[in-house]
């Protein structure tokens, strides 16, 4: 049974870095079926996907085009986790976080099946 | 506002059959990539509903049924239950974004 675990602060000051963690237990950040992203979810921009990192022979990575210039996502491997850095927050940035995994099903398709309980965090002076 | 559409609300009585639509474009449905839909319950993270169109996780009742034509796909709830009271989202790929995008979500309302 996989379980994703999130960490990190609740309240971040606007322009500085939103640094959040998620640990992965019951499978691997390695596995090459599998992704792990960052999702978030605000009422006024409804549920948002950030990006992916995962793992096919190589690291690969992709990000969303709205935060591709100030957003990184790393695997952890020694402590089978990854993170979420997104630079230069503003309010708007204020959300509810997700980690989530997407795995392949016998039916073709990769779809999101396990998700981190989501971490309020608020951009504010 | 989404990529993906979809009504803000629909309701129904006990029993009752509903149904949740979800219109995209030719950059994501349109293109053949696949539609899933998760169920929000208030303050906890949506959860896997029906992945590839039309399959079940396990565990999920065969109430749930989804399809997909062109550039819609629907969710069907048949035999409605008041504990299906919740916030549903479709979510797929977009290639023109390079992106996974999500619907804008509807809450189901049982009356």
């Known amino acids: 049974h996989v379980q994703l675990q999130q960490s990190g602060p609740g309240l971040v000051k606007p322009s500085q870095t939103l640094s959040l963690t998620c640990a992965i237990s019951g499978d691997s950040v390695s596995n090459n079926n599998a992704a792990w992203h960052w999702i978030r979810q605000s009422p006024s921009r409804g549920l948002e996907w950030l990006g992916r990192t995962y793992y096919r022979s190589e690291w690969k990575d992709d990000y969303a085009v709205s935060v591709k210039s100030r957003i990184s996502i790393s695997p952890d491997t020694s402590k089978n986790q990854f993170s979420l850095q997104l630079n230069s927050v503003t309010p708007e940035d204020t959300a509810v976080y997700y980690c989530a995994r997407t795995s392949y099903y016998d039916s073709g398709t990769y779809a999101i099946n396990y998700w981190g309980q989501g971490a309020l965090v608020t951009v504010s002076s | 506002q989404s990529v993906l559409t979809q009504p803000p609300s629909v309701s129904g009585a006990p029993g009752q059959r509903v149904t949740i639509s979800c219109t995209g474009g030719?950059?994501?449905?349109?293109?053949?990539?696949?539609v899933h839909w998760f169920r929000q319950l208030p303050g906890t993270a949506p959860k896997l509903l029906i992945y590839g169109n039309n399959n079940r996780p396990s565990g999920v009742p065969d109430r749930f049924s989804g399809s997909k034509s062109g550039t819609s796909a629907s969710l069907a709830i048949t035999g409605l239950q008041v504990e299906d009271e919740a916030d549903y989202y479709c979510q797929t790929y977009d290639v023109s974004l390079s992106a996974y995008v999500f619907g804008s979500g509807t809450k189901v309302t049982v009356l």
């Open positions: 030719s950059s994501n449905i349109g293109a053949g990539f696949d």
